[in-house]
């Protein structure tokens, strides 16, 4: 895939949409890093709904300035998580993520994906070169919908197709 949006990242290649979808396939757990207790902001809305949706993700709410969201503890940081998390979704800005990078590699995360509109070099050439997945400027919630059938759930698919007019 060229990419004409960012500037390339050394050693690394945007995954293709069947590699997302083997990423998100083989997942068990998520964490929200930057969740949000604010229904109208983007961390709040993917983590509703991989929290109502019917994936099998165990899913972590993420953020020290939280202690529930959702009706969900929240962990101050990912080293507080009960368990280490396949993927690491980032809801933070773009000059934050080297930092959130760090921790996913010291606590042995698998994947580090990165939400629509944030990008970080650094932040990917070093969670490539730690042995990471990296996704970045792609929404866990869009891509799981597209692969699982779940657009329903935001109301995007009625199950009805006609070209008649109601």
Not at 63 to 76: D, F, H, K, M, S
């Amino acid at each position: 895939m060229t990419n004409t949006k960012y500037p390339a990242v050394d050693g690394w290649t945007p995954p293709t949409a069947l590699e997302r979808k083997a990423i998100l396939d083989k997942a068990e757990s998520i964490a929200i890093v930057g969740a949000s207790n604010n229904p109208g902001r983007a961390s709040n809305f993917v983590a509703t709904y991989l929290l109502s949706s019917s994936t099998n993700f165990r899913v972590y709410l993420v953020n020290p300035r939280e202690t529930e969201i959702l009706g969900q503890p929240v962990y101050a940081s990912l080293a507080d998580l009960p368990e280490v998390p396949d993927i690491v979704d980032v809801f933070r800005k773009s000059a934050d993520l080297p930092e959130v990078v760090a921790e996913a590699i010291a606590i042995g995360a698998k994947v580090f994906w990165v939400q629509l509109g944030l990008w970080n070099e650094e932040a990917a050439s070093t969670a490539v070169a730690a042995g990471l997945e990296v996704v970045m400027d792609r929404c866990t919630k869009i891509e799981h919908a597209r692969f699982a059938g779940g657009l329903h759930l935001a109301g995007f698919d009625t199950g009805v197709i006609s070209s008649r007019r109601r």
